[in-house]
Nanobody, 126 residues
Framework: QVQLVESGGGLVQAGGSLRLSCAAS????????MGWFRQAPGKEREFVTVMMSDGGTYYPGSVKGRFTISRDNDKNTVYLQMNNLKPEDTAVYFC????????????????????WGQGTQVTVSS
C-alpha cells in the first residue's frame, strides 16, 4: 500500500521560506513522477511542480524561480523548497505519485496521479 505523508507547513510572513516534505512508503519516489499541488479555499486544486523519474523538473510561471522540488532517494522523500512566499501561495499543499505520468504535459493534470497525501497547510501573511 502506497502512503504519502506531507509535513512542514505552517504560518510564515510574506517574503519568508518554508520547506515541505513528502515521505513515501510502499513505493520509491524515484520510480515515478512526483508532483506537488495546492488548493486554496474555494478554488480548484492547482499544479505546482513535478519531478519525473529521470529527475527532470517543471515549474509553472506562478512559482518558477521561487519554488524548488528535490528528492532524497535514501530517505524516500520528496521536498518542496518555497522561497519568497506571497499571500497568494496560501493553500493546502499535497504531494502525489503519478506512475502513469510520462511527460510534463501529463504531469499538470491531477487525474493522472494515483496516490495522494493528506496535505499540509501553508499560510502566508501579508
Amino acid at each position: 500500500q502506497v502512503q504519502l505523508v506531507e509535513s512542514g507547513g505552517g504560518l510564515v510572513q510574506a517574503g519568508g521560506s518554508l520547506r515541505l516534505s513528502c515521505a513515501a512508503s510502499g513505493r520509491t519516489v524515484s520510480s515515478s513522477a512526483m508532483g506537488w499541488f495546492r488548493q486554496a479555499p474555494g478554488k480548484e486544486r492547482e499544479f505546482v511542480t513535478v519531478m519525473m523519474s529521470d529527475g527532470g523538473t517543471y515549474y509553472p510561471g506562478s512559482v518558477k524561480g521561487r519554488f524548488t522540488i528535490s528528492r532524497d532517494n535514501d530517505k524516500n522523500t520528496v521536498y518542496l523548497q518555497m522561497n519568497n512566499l506571497k499571500p497568494e501561495d496560501t493553500a493546502v499543499y499535497f504531494c502525489a505519485a503519478g506512475p502513469r505520468v510520462n511527460n510534463f504535459y501529463e504531469s499538470s493534470r491531477r487525474s493522472n496521479y494515483d496516490y495522494w497525501g493528506q496535505g499540509t497547510q501553508v499560510t502566508v501573511s501579508s
